[in-house]
């Protein structure tokens, strides 16, 4: 039997690995913008709130509201073995320190998981305590003095340095950088695993052990013994003798969706129900574990590539399932290749993992969509870390010139524009965190500035109290956009057709609040970045008009296949 604490770095495998991935542009020629020590410090101020308000919530003692949490969390990954770990070690200190009333921000300072380094500002997400902090802190910090937890290292060291996890972080990390299946029995980049980059991201494969069959191939003799194309059509029909493939697909045009974007477009999501103590229950975290081995996105609902009926109930197709409805030879014939932090910049380290075979596929649809990470960065000064017109060129012209030596002829591009963050900060500064809402004591305001301190922030360039920074950064994104524009309409390429298309979240705006919606519901409420699930201006573009561009791109000839 393995012991609880080698259960317990097993499963700090599964949360850290995607945690450190989030949604910081990062690439292997620009250090991470995301420091470990602060994405410690806000995992810290996170939890110890849940447990405080889980106590306040159920006015229960702070030792129940612990073992209220990790009831709720699932056996998968071991989280459940985990959190009753992690509460025997740390729990009486924590117990301790809230007992005498300070916040979740002096307990984490004090049991050292957040820092104050020489000459750095305080970084602290609450109001300060009424008294002097310093006297706050040397008097909690007097509580733990001899605690035993103090062995414990607060640094961000690698739990796979450890010889018993080198192989299989080895192997999740680069299914993770390269974007491929970490299941992948016959290396064409398709799986029959779900999570870990499989088929949630992109077509189920149909065999294994057959790397000449996948999704998106053209049938080979119109798939009379086997489906060499996973789309569920295959054999004879014995009543004329045609191929059910030649009888329902030729001539249909069948064409995959492929996305090559960022967190955004991989669907990015925190669940609230995880950090809000009212919220909570037996049923929240159920998903977890899908979420964690997924690296917190959810691309099986996503706007462009989902296939699944969304969680909170929102009735929006994604573009993969208004193709397929309109011709079932698309079936699984999708690749969700997006990444958290990718722009510009480093899609060169990844877009390798598209599949698509010249001769032998189906043309494709591609969306490249990087809509906000060549203006994003968590960096004191995020200006000069922003791309240029001039780069993008460059970077834009060298992605399409692989597209066209890899694309099928009668392909189609769609470059889209950048979004203008200047929306976050009007929207949501003055409305409450989802942390705050409880006590009303936190808003969006005070947790950006919490971000941005800790330089953990997705963005800090729109995410930011500084108007002169937001309205530089849209100015900046607006350039970027108008450059990818002019390339849509300058570029020609032999396999493929080049169009572009604004990312018009404004539009979106007035659409939503037409069906009574508020513009703060457009967005993610964990982090206060990502466009949610309720509207993308992905799915805008094929809304409601018979004569759309996927009408025109994908037309149905088909219904109902066997």
């Known amino acids: 039997m393995k012991s609880p604490w080698n259960i317990l770095l ?46 306040q919530v159920h006015n229960s003692t702070v030792a129940a509201s612990m073992e209220r949490l990790c009831s709720y969390l699932p056996e998968k990954l071991f989280l459940k073995t985990t959190c009753y770990l992690v509460i025997e070690v ?65 640094s961000s060291s690698d739990v796979c340095s450890l010889p018993f996890l080198a192989k299989i972080c080895q192997r999740i990390k680069l299914a993770i950088k390269n974007s491929v299946p970490f299941k992948d029995v016959d290396s064409d980049k398709y799986s029959v695993f779900p999570t870990l980059r499989g088929y949630h991201w992109r077509g189920r494969d149909c ?102 009926d969304s969680t909170s109930g929102i009735k929006e197709s994604s573009l993969y399932l208004r193709l397929w409805k309109r011709n079932r030879c698309n079936h699984r014939d999708y690749q969700n290749i997006s990444r958290n932090g990718a722009s510009s910049k480093n899609l060169d380290k990844f877009i390798e993992s598209l599949s698509r075979n010249q001769l032998l596929d189906h043309p494709a649809i591609v969306l490249y969509a990087m809509i906000g990470n060549d203006v994003c960065s968590g960096k004191v000064d995020p200006v000069p870390e922003m791309t240029t017109p001039e780069k993008l060129y460059s970077n834009i012209m060298q992605t399409l ?24 900060w009007n929207h949501l500064h003055n409305r409450y965190y989802p942390l705050g809402q409880l006590n009303k004591d936190v808003t969006y305001a005070h947790f950006y500035s919490f971000l941005n301190c ?62 009574g919606g508020q513009p703060w519901q457009l967005i993610e409420p964990v982090d206060g970045f990502h466009p949610n699930e309720r509207k993308t201006p992905h799915q805008k573009h094929v809304n409601d008009k018979p004569e759309d561009w996927t009408t025109k791109l994908a037309p149905a000839n088909i219904t109902g296949v066997p």
């Not at 998981?113 to 750095?120: I, L």
């Open 454 to 515: 800790l330089q953990v922030s997705p963005c800090r360039s729109w995410m930011s109290s500084n108007k002169t920074l937001r309205t530089l950064t849209s100015e900046r994104a607006k350039q970027l956009s108008n450059t990818l524009k002019k390339i849509a309409n300058s570029q020609k390429f032999t396999n493929f057709d080049l169009f572009y298309a604004d990312f018009d979240f404004q539009e979106v705006t007035e659409e939503w609040q037409k069906r």
């Open 207 to 308: 065999n294994d052990s057959n790397k000449m069959a996948y999704p998106g191939r053209r049938p080979e003799n119109w798939d009379v013994h086997e489906d060499s194309n996973c789309n569920g059509i295959w054999g004879v029909d014995p009543k004329d003798g045609i191929p059910y493939e030649k009888k329902f697909c030729e001539g249909s045009q069948p064409r995959g969706i492929i996305l090559l974007g960022d967190s955004a477009g991989a669907h990015f999501h925190i669940s609230p129900e995880w950090i809000t103590a009212s919220q909570m229950s037996l049923k929240s975290f159920i998903n977890l574990p899908t979420a964690l081995t997924n690296e917190l996105n959810w691309p099986q609902i996503s706007g462009v590539t989902g296939f699944l």
């Open 90 to 154: 740390f729990g009486p200190d924590i117990i301790k320190l809230l007992s005498t009333d300070v916040n979740a921000d002096v307990v984490c300072h004090s049991l050292e998981f957040c820092k104050q380094d020489p000459g750095q500002p305080l970084c602290h997400l609450y109001p300060l305590p009424k008294e002097a902090w310093k006297r706050t802190l040397e008097k909690a910090t007097q509580i733990v003095r001899k605690s035993p937890t103090l062995k414990y290292s607060r």
């Open 401 to 424: 010139k692989y597209l066209n030596s890899h694309l099928p002829n009668g392909s189609h591009v769609i470059l889209y524009g950048l979004a203008d963050g200047t929306f976050l």
């Open 10 to 55: 097993v499963t700090l495998l599964f949360l850290l690995l995607p945690l450190r991935t989030l949604a910081s542009p990062t690439s292997d020629d620009q250090p991470s913008i995301s420091d470990p020590n602060g994405q410690t410090c806000l995992a810290c101020v996170v939890v110890v709130s849940v447990i405080e308000q889980l106590a």
